[in-house]
Nanobody, 119 residues
């Protein structure tokens, strides 16, 4: 499975950005898909994920501001980010979880896309 992320950039605080991730290859083997992020000097953290059935989960810090969606027919996942804050500045990584796992740990990673929120 290959994941191609796009959509990062520079935005002012309060603004919006939309990240997209396209999966290719053995996409039938994917269950969960979503986004992690890593800010400078910090550990990578889960931002949002969505299962093959459409169940979603979000980090507390982004609830109510970010929305994840998935198009299974097109093998894409999107992250709509609204009301962005400077603390949302990070490299965002698309990830996918293979079918059959007991946990939700990522099996596949896309390249990162940088999101910078200026104050």
């Amino acid at each position: 499975v290959q994941l191609q992320a796009s959509g990062g950039g520079l935005v002012q605080a309060g603004g919006s950005l939309r990240l997209s991730c396209a999966a290719s290859g053995s996409t039938f083997s994917i269950n969960g898909i979503g986004w992690y992020r890593q800010a400078p000097g910090k550990q990578r953290e889960l931002v949002a994920g969505i299962s093959s059935g459409g169940s979603t989960n979000y980090a507390d810090s982004v609830k109510g501001r970010f929305a994840i969606s998935r198009d299974n027919a097109k093998n894409t996942v999107a992250l709509q980010m609204n009301s962005l804050k400077p603390e949302d500045t990070a490299v965002y990584y698309c990830f996918a979880v293979a079918m059959g796992r007991d946990d939700d740990l990522p099996d596949y990673w896309g390249q990162g896309t940088l999101v910078t929120v200026s104050s």
